[in-house]
Each structure stands twice: as structure tokens, then as C-alpha cells.
């Protein structure tokens, strides 16, 4: 099973600043998700990629997948206090044939008003 | 109704008690997984299951058990609980390829 290693742990911002988090690893994602989780929830996918390179939008998110397929970034173009929460990336085809999902620790990001 | 259903949401037991979290879904989908999330670590895999009778261990298994006993019913089990298993536990489902769904967990404390 590929460890997913995110990056920063924790992350404090104001309201309306930008910000990127990453996701790695030392290993070939076939493909890659992206989920957010809100205190007292679980966690909700924000988007797949799955194209070396690929580039998805999602208002104010933007996901890079890199062209090796072993990273991924998620950029928030001025945050607000509703992103707030903690972003996970998770491998949804880990562990060869078995095809379990696994996540990375996640960033915990804090947008201050 | 809610995709992913846990029960119960908040639980408090005593060390070397049984306890039981269950779980159903109305996706329709093969694939069910039980994950632990304590601060800082993230979610960690402790049991998987691909249909009814394919059940596997995940990265922390110890100490716990599962049941599926239908394609929408997937149960874990602490057969004596001690108190480092106090955590959140979670509940999805998923085809294997798209989005997993997740249950609102439930908050488990062994005091």
C-alpha cells in the first residue's frame, strides 16, 4: 500500500488569502480523490483525477494532478470561513488487485474571518 | 434518508465490554469499509469488504472484528474494549471506482 504524505498538517489563514496543499507520494496513482470533512461530518469528495497533468476547477478549488501521477495539489484562490475543515486525499485503487481506499493525515485548514 | 447510516452516533462503554457499530447503505454499492480517525492521524483503514463473503484486514486490525451480513450491512465489533480505541469510527461504501460515501460517524469512548 503507497503512502499518501500531505502537506502542511495544519494551516491558519485569513478570510479572503490564498492557499495550496499538497498531496504525494513515492508511488503511480491511477487515480486520485480529493475530499473535505467538516467537524461532526464525514468526509465528502470534492473531485477525482485521473490524467497526468490534468487541471479540474471547482469555483474557488483548483486541482492539479502532476504529470508522473505521484502528486496532486489543491489551490484555494481567496478563502473563505466556510472552507474551513480538513482536506484528505485519498488512493481509491491502493493496494494492487484489492482496491482498497486509503487517505493520507490530511491538512486541517483554519480560515479566520 | 441518509446514503450511509451509522448506529449508534455516540457511545460510552467500559474496558473489556463487547460493543458493536453498525452500518447499512442504500447505494447499492459492493464495497463497505470500516476507518478509525484519531487527531492528527488522519483516517486509518481497519476493516474492508468487497461483497458478502470477501472480508479483509486493513492497516489496523487488531483488536476488532466485522460482519457483512448482507450486500448492506457491514457491522464492526470490539470483543474487549480497552481505552486507546476511543476515536471516531467511520462507515462508507463505494463501486471502487467513483466517490465512497461516508456515514456521520460515531463517537465511541472507553472509559
Known amino acids: 500500500t503507497q503512502l499518501l504524505e500531505q502537506s502542511p498538517q495544519f494551516l491558519s489563514i485569513q478570510e479572503g488569502e490564498n492557499l495550496t496543499v499538497y498531496c504525494n507520494s513515492s508511488?503511480?496513482?491511477?487515480?486520485l480523490q480529493w475530499y473535505r470533512q467538516e467537524p461532526g461530518e464525514g468526509p465528502v469528495l470534492l473531485v477525482t483525477v485521473v490524467t497526468g497533468g490534468e487541471v479540474k476547477k471547482l469555483k474557488r478549488l483548483t486541482f492539479q494532478f502532476g504529470d508522473a501521477r505521484k502528486d496532486s495539489s489543491l489551490h484555494i484562490t481567496a478563502a473563505q470561513t466556510g472552507d474551513t475543515g480538513l482536506y484528505l486525499c485519498?488512493?481509491?485503487?491502493?493496494?494492487?488487485?484489492?482496491?482498497?481506499?486509503?487517505f493520507g493525515k490530511g491538512t486541517l485548514l483554519t480560515v479566520n474571518p | 434518508d441518509a446514503d450511509v447510516t451509522q448506529t449508534p452516533r455516540n457511545r460510552i462503554t467500559k474496558t473489556g465490554k463487547r460493543i458493536m457499530l453498525e452500518c447499512s447503505q442504500t447505494k447499492g454499492h459492493d464495497r463497505m469499509y470500516w476507518y478509525r480517525q484519531d487527531p492528527g492521524l488522519g483516517l486509518r483503514l481497519i476493516y474492508y469488504?468487497?461483497?458478502?463473503?470477501?472480508?479483509n484486514k486493513g492497516e489496523i486490525s487488531d483488536g476488532y472484528s466485522v460482519s457483512r451480513q448482507a450486500q448492506a450491512k457491514f457491522s464492526l465489533s470490539l470483543e474487549s474494549a480497552i481505552p486507546n480505541q476511543t476515536a471516531l469510527y467511520f462507515c462508507?461504501?463505494?463501486?471502487?471506482?467513483?466517490?465512497?460515501?461516508f456515514g456521520q460517524g460515531t463517537r465511541l469512548t472507553v472509559v
Open positions: 508511488s503511480v496513482f491511477s487515480s
Open positions: 469488504s468487497f461483497d458478502v463473503k470477501d472480508i
Open positions: 485519498a488512493d481509491p485503487n491502493s493496494g494492487g488487485s484489492n482496491y482498497k481506499l486509503t
Open positions: 462508507a461504501t463505494s463501486d471502487g471506482i467513483g466517490e465512497a460515501f
